[in-house]
């Protein structure tokens, strides 16, 4: 059914060595190893069929055309989007992120209007934020945790004012692996007549997301998190709102006509799209998604579940262990520090018996701050991560641990 060692010959990066040890690699977070065929596809791609896509009447053109656009289709499927209009390619989350907070802003928000963000979320969707704050006197609402981790809906429900238009949360922490309870946040946000952002960067990796079952208005992610290539992400959005949003850039790609005196825009999703679009990109984050819909999203996520329940077991057994986040459920993320010893430290003394974690704030400093801490060592899981490195990993740190 779902064969790990098969699946692991797909990604050539996990059989290299780092210091003579063969790669541990546990920063599925920050990115994903690639497998194969998204790479072959993008070499391919660049060998026989590069062309700017959209303007040229040419084959090859046409053909480049017809792959960014298949990818569109496939995107909209693989989060069942209602139309590939909703689907707006852009550099990454982050992008995405800064594109809502300027465009959304511009359409629907005034002075003194309000935007709840939670108190786990990353840097991407807070300083966003704070621009458009700087830029129109917004105000941002944070919606608390609990000590597990866990959003506190009651709290969240108590933060609406007549003033809140946007709700802005995490799918999944990306620290603390808590997965939100998005289709609630959904409705108690619509009830108020706000509408709600979900950033779905560690989520749309880990499982099936359905933005018309979850119910959200925006999404966002990043196609390096989810096997595919960088610089290449999504913005889904409903066409209703999209419609109403004026441009983020200006360009070509995203115009109907253009005068010195008045300019018109294309139609949606083009209207979003200047410039050259990524077309190498978005046809390769296409064959990723396909990559891991062949395998299964919920052979993917029912895999890494067992690893992460694994995981957090193991390392709860350690001496001086401090796990953060131990909501249930908790989604391919373990965040730790141990006794005393420095993070940092420890990030360079597993990385020398060839683990490789991520130490520090994980761009999410007001979340370091709630939990009392100046940063964390954190484990990430993916499809092809094994008991064997999560073995591995435990004994690293009962080694290091033992140094100190
Ligand atoms: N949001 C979350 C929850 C993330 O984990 C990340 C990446 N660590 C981002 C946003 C930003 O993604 P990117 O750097 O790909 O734009």
Redesign the pocket.
Known sequence: MYDIDTVRQDFPILAREVYGRPLVYLDN??TTQKPREVVEAMVQEYYEVNANVHRGVHYLSQQATDLHEEARRTVARFIHAASEAEVVFTR???ESLNLVADAYSRAFLHEGDEVLISVME?H??IVPWQLARERMGLVIKVIPMTDEGEMDLQAYEQLFTPRTKLVCV?HVS?VLGTVNPVRKMADIAHEHGAHILV?G??SVPHFSVDVQEIGCDFLTF?G??VYGPTGI?VLYGREALLERMPPYQGGGEMIARVSFEHTTYERLPFKFEAGTPDYVGTHALAVALDYVSRLGMDHIHHHEQALTQYAMEQMAAIPGMHLYGTAPGKDAVVAFNVGDIHPLDLGTLLDRLGIAIRTGHH?AQPLMQRCGVEGMARASFALYTTRAEVDALVQGIDRVRKMF
């Open positions: 977070a920050a990454g989350t982050t990353h991407s969707n995490a990306n950033d960067a560690q990043s390096h998190k992400g761009c």
